[in-house]
């Protein structure tokens, strides 16, 4: 079955611990992306991916890390400077960077802070 | 700073009727409009996309778009409790880190039985 998947779904972090968010896509996609969403929000970008080795920052990158060694792996690093981690996080991709193309997402990972 | 914007509801419709969702969008060079449905808890998922003005129909789901006024549209009809779920407008807008989908909060709609 094609698709993406992330893991964990629930994730517990500590104060001052940085956690990674995995994503992995097999549809074979070029570009991929990193959503937050808030209770009562939008969705809010944090980092997309066009190509391996290449990264973007989105609207409210502060705080987090990405990284795109694999075309199919984007993993999403929350570091101890995001202060309200707290949130639903969405991993999407797309079959080409910019243009029409539709974006897929992941069934997600929420993060709580103990 | 480019917007989407979304009436968040709920908008609540009993079984079999149309509900109306609506969309405006602030960005005129705006060429792609997507509607999601996100169930409570779970990610979004793409019902229609619309790139032309007028009508486009899949099953018991129309996306219109006006480009003229910016306003895009999704229509539901004969909706069952099983679209009770929240629906997400994005628009793909071009540009600097801009170049992605932005998101509308969404509209929750509530189908009665």
């Known amino acids: 079955d094609g698709g993406i998947t992330q893991s964990p779904k629930y994730l517990f972090r500590k104060e001052g611990q940085n956690v990674t968010l995995s994503c992995e896509q097999n549809?074979?996609?070029?570009?991929m992306y990193w959503y937050r969403q808030d209770p009562g929000q939008g969705l809010r970008l944090i980092y997309y991916?066009?190509?391996?080795?290449?990264?973007q920052k989105g609207d409210i990158a502060e705080g987090y890390s990405v990284s795109r060694e694999k075309k199919e792996s984007f993993p999403l690093t929350v570091t101890s400077a995001q202060k309200n981690p707290t949130a639903f996080y969405l991993c999407?991709?797309?079959?080409?960077?910019?243009?029409?193309?539709?974006?897929?997402f992941g069934p997600g990972t929420r993060l709580l802070v103990l | 700073q480019k917007e989407v914007e979304q009436n968040s509801g709920p908008l609540s419709v009993p079984e079999g009727a149309i509900a109306s969702l609506n969309c405006t969008y602030s960005d005129r060079g705006s060429q792609s409009f997507f509607w999601y449905r996100q169930y409570s808890g779970k990610s979004p998922e793409l019902i229609m996309s619309?790139?032309?003005?007028g009508d486009k129909e899949d099953g018991r789901f129309t996306a219109q778009l006006n480009k003229a006024s910016q306003y895009v549209s999704l229509l539901i009809r004969d909706s069952q409790p099983s679209d009770s779920a929240t629906y997400l407008c994005?628009?793909?807008?071009?540009?600097?880190?801009?170049?992605?989908?932005?998101f509308g909060k969404g509209t929750k709609l509530s189908v009665k039985p």
């Open positions: 619309i790139y032309s003005n």
């Open positions: 991916s066009q190509i391996v080795n290449d990264f």
């Open positions: 999407a991709s797309s079959p080409a960077g910019l243009g029409g193309e539709t974006q897929y």
């Open positions: 994005a628009v793909r807008v071009y540009g600097g880190s801009q170049g992605n989908l932005i």
């Open positions: 549809l074979n996609h070029d570009a």
